[in-house]
């Protein structure tokens, strides 16, 4: 298995929901990451979990929440997103921190 | 710190012609380099990576690109394009020194004409 999963691919909320994001990797890598992505933009690094523990967290607010529940899956926790907050998300691992990231399809995330 | 410049935003070329993509980069420190390409409505796949050794980096799909450390660049070229490589092209850095930061370029779309 050499591939990084993301559920869902689409996801719509009102401002006032509470939904998650879901990434998965069975290729035993050891650090993970979430990016957002807003169109025609590169990847920007939110959060990056190194062995099952945050390590970076770059300013993002506390409206994301991310989780590492074990060493395959990661979450991100959303509550009261703002409509600036639509955007791909996406999720890469890598078999150490620092080493080239495989990235997930992303979940294209609308707030209305 | 790093950075990564794409000298074109866009770049149209036709079917079966050649292409280049350019990328320069900056860091007061070694680097690795990288090349992700991303199609409409998905994640980002990775094309080639430099780490060490060979300037000249095969990858992916036919793409490969050079390693120039005096001109600091790293540009991805494919000597015959196809439809479906459209898509959007994403340098990308992260010097030997940084467990975390990969540093991309703004992209370039290659847009492949019939």
């Known amino acids: 298995d050499t591939e990084v999963t993301q559920t869902p691919k689409h996801l719509v909320m009102g401002m006032t929901n509470k939904k998650s994001l879901k990434c998965e990797q069975h290729m035993g890598h050891r650090a993970m990451y979430w990016y957002k992505q807003k169109a025609k933009k590169p990847p920007e690094l939110m959060f990056v979990?190194?062995?099952?523990?945050?390590?970076i967290n770059e300013s993002v607010p506390s409206r994301f929440s991310p989780e590492c529940p074990n060493s395959s899956l990661l979450n991100l926790h959303l509550h009261a997103l703002q409509p600036e907050d639509s955007a791909l998300y996406l999720c890469a691992s890598s078999q150490q921190p620092g080493q080239w990231r495989f990235f997930g399809p992303g979940t294209r995330l609308t707030v209305l | 710190a790093q950075s990564v410049t794409q000298l074109d935003s866009q770049v149209p070329v036709f079917e079966e012609a050649p292409v280049e993509l350019r990328c320069n980069y900056s860091s007061s420190v070694s680097v690795y380099l990288f090349w992700y390409v991303q199609y409409p409505n998905q994640g980002l796949q990775l094309l080639l990576k430099?780490?060490?050794?060979?300037?000249l980096v095969k990858g992916i799909n036919g793409f490969e690109a050079e390693f120039n450390k005096s001109q600091t660049s790293f540009h991805l070229r494919k000597p015959s394009v196809h439809i479906s490589d459209t898509a959007e092209y994403f340098c990308a850095v992260s010097d030997r020194g940084s467990n975390y930061k990969l540093t991309f370029g703004k992209g370039t779309l290659l847009t492949v004409n019939p």
């Open positions: 979990y190194s062995y099952e523990k945050l390590s």
């Open positions: 430099y780490l060490s050794g060979s300037t």
